[in-house]
């Protein structure tokens, strides 16, 4: 004996009908708009040419700002106080711009006042890339 089984009633009415005119509508959408796009890029413009560009084929160097236990900032073996920073990170920032980056290392033990004030600096001298890290040991080595 075969056993009838009753597929239901909703799948049979199902209409597509709108659903593929949905995808018409997309599909002539999307040509219409790669037509416009294809059409900008193809624009006859003589572009300027740069004669003194040079692609960037280093990383430029990091530089480090270690501030020990005493919040004294040591940048290339040499201490400094927030001016001498200052004035370090600005000669960094206008022999490089746009493109210098510090690390910020600082002992556990310090006061973090410094930190944020080391940060000031980076951002005073119009230097977006800097890192804060806290370490400890000793500021002079490492850098």
């Known amino acids: 004996m075969?056993?009838?089984i009753d597929t239901g009633k909703a799948l049979g009415s199902?209409?597509?009908t709108p659903l593929i005119d949905v995808v018409f509508l997309l599909l002539i959408f999307f040509l219409v708009a790669t037509k416009f796009a294809e059409e900008e890029?193809?624009?006859?413009?003589?572009?300027p040419e740069a004669s003194e560009a040079r692609p960037l084929i280093t990383q430029p160097p990091e530089l480090f700002v270690n501030i020990n236990a005493?919040?004294?900032?040591?940048?290339?073996?040499e201490k400094l106080?927030?001016?001498g920073l200052q004035e370090v990170l600005f000669r960094a920032s206008n022999a490089n711009p746009g493109r210098?980056?510090?690390i910020i290392r600082a002992d556990r033990r310090c006061a973090w006042e410094v930190v944020v004030a080391a940060i000031n600096a980076?951002?005073?001298?119009?230097?977006r890339d800097y890192r804060a890290t806290a370490w400890e040991g000793e500021a002079g080595s490492g850098s």
């Open 2 to 4: 075969a056993v009838k």
């Open 100 to 102: 210098v980056s510090v």
């Open 81 to 83: 106080d927030l001016a």
């Open 14 to 16: 199902l209409n597509l």
């Open 122 to 127: 980076c951002l005073r001298a119009n230097i």
């Open 70 to 77: 005493a919040g004294e900032f040591i940048v290339s073996g």
């Open 41 to 47: 890029r193809e624009l006859d413009i003589p572009l």
